[in-house]
């Protein structure tokens, strides 16, 4: 293990063992959780009564009821033993998780081919959006938005937050009426919603694209705190600045896609993946065609290695993993940009959630210089802006894949025929 990779792993130690479980209140009955078995064996709660399962892709899980802090110790466990994150989808019940599984279409999800073709031909409008991003405005809203005590799902600062994206969303939309923003609240989510902007497809509505984050933020160990301290800077307001970023850039000149193209700021990914559970789970029962999904979770901490952007490369679609290299390395590359793979676990992120419902999804996420170094800081009060330089400069490659998978997947909407200049109709 080299040096750094030790000292991101004591951060990590040190970040859980700041909040005790003990610190953990009452906030919310237990719940089932689905996690991984290996995991779950390992972990100082193996003790306790569980079921066995297993998803369409063959991982083996258990079926295990929690409360919050057994929940902590599960995550601290992972985080320090295993120097990896560990996650799970969480059900109020075991009826709930149950159905879920019997529903999983991870295998299709990872193996389907796309439903649209794979072009690189949008350089007309993807080139041009690369030299616009700034770092000084994704700085901005980092800085906001690890402003607030904490982003936790369960308290008026995780509301409000939510309310600020939805705010800030809309002005970018500036009027328009192909633009949207809602709220999506879920049964689980408590009283936090997630936000969606939804940019209407000129061409093909029906065929949608996705880009998400999660919105909210946690404390290790403090679980059910509402008043924790939780910044959250790089998990993962580092995501939702970068989407906003991008919103910014797409709409500045008037932008009109071919396909709907809609993003997403996520409530409650903190506490087992709620939120977009619960709006993969909507899109699946509408029928949505969802052609694809970024999911963008921690962009702003580098280790001073060469590389930029790290692609996950389990629970992910295969094709799609693959058009992104081909982005990343006809867009990026030429920029000095340089990416790497690596696996993330069972649940990690809200990738999973559109991939257990059969959606096809890729992530990427910041990369430190060995597989196991990860932000020393996650979950902990050190998560701030501060402890990156009080620089948003890591997101700037993040923004740019983000913009060149929207240029290239959602496309631009071809300006009508009949083109009226000084009043004069021009040919096309
Ligand atoms: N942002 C993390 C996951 C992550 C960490 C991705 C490091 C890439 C690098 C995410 O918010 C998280 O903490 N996930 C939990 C699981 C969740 C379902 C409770 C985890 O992996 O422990
Ligand atoms: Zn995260």
């Not at 939702?240 to 809609?262: F, M, S």
């Not at 419902?357 to 990427?364: D, L």
Request: charged share 15%.
């Amino acid at each position: 293990m080299s040096a750094s990779a030790r000292t991101a792993l004591l951060g990590l130690v040190l970040a859980c063992a700041l909040a005790s479980p003990s610190g953990s209140q009452a906030g919310e009955p237990p719940l089932f959780a689905l996690t991984a078995a290996d995991t779950f064996l390992a972990s100082p709660l193996h003790h306790l009564p569980s079921e066995d399962a297993i998803d369409s892709l063959g991982t083996r899980l258990k079926l295990v009821q929690l409360d919050a802090a057994q929940r902590a110790r599960l995550s601290d466990f992972v985080h320090e033993e295993e120097s990896r994150c560990g996650g799970y989808f969480s059900f109020s019940s075991r009826a709930e998780a149950l159905d879920f599984l019997a529903r999983d279409l991870s295998l299709q999800a990872i193996l389907a081919p796309p439903t649209l073709a794979y072009t690189l031909d949008n350089q007309a409008t993807v080139a041009p959006w690369l030299a616009q991003v700034s770092e000084p405005v994704i700085r901005a809203t980092i800085a906001h938005l690890s402003s607030y005590q904490n982003r936790y799902y369960q308290s008026t600062h995780g509301l409000n937050a939510a309310l600020w994206i939805r705010d800030t969303w809309l002005a970018l939309g500036n009027g328009r009426s192909d633009v949207h923003v809602e709220l999506f609240n879920c049964s689980n989510c408590s009283t936090q919603p997630s936000v969606i902007l939804t940019i209407d497809g000129a061409e093909l509505p029906e065929e949608i694209v996705v880009l998400g984050g999660h919105l909210d933020s946690i404390r290790s160990g403090a679980y059910g705190n509402p008043e924790q301290f939780a910044p959250g800077a790089d998990d993962d307001a580092s995501g939702i600045a970068t989407l906003t970023e991008v919103i910014r850039i797409a709409l500045a000149q008037g932008w009109k896609p071919r396909r709907t193209v809609k993003f997403m700021g996520y409530a409650a990914e903190e506490v087992g993946l709620r939120g977009s559970a619960a709006i993969a789970a909507s899109h699946s029962s509408a029928g949505a065609q969802v052609v694809g999904v970024l999911q963008l979770d921690m962009t702003n901490y580098r280790s001073g290695v060469p590389h930029h952007v790290q692609f996950l490369t389990d629970f992910v679609n295969g094709p799609l993993r693959g058009f992104s290299y081909q982005l990343f390395d006809s867009y990026l590359a030429p920029l000095g940009l340089v990416r790497k793979d690596l696996a993330c676990g069972y649940a990690c992120s809200d990738h999973a959630s559109w991939t257990s419902h059969g959606f096809p999804a890729v992530m990427a996420s910041e990369a430190g210089d060995t597989d196991d170094d990860f932000f020393p800081y996650l979950h902990s009060a050190n998560d701030t802006l501060a402890y990156v330089g009080g620089t948003a400069d890591s997101s700037i490659p993040f923004a740019q894949f983000a913009l060149a998978f929207l240029g290239e997947l959602a496309k631009t909407s071809a300006p009508p025929n009949d083109v009226f200049i000084n009043g004069f109709e021009s040919d096309p």
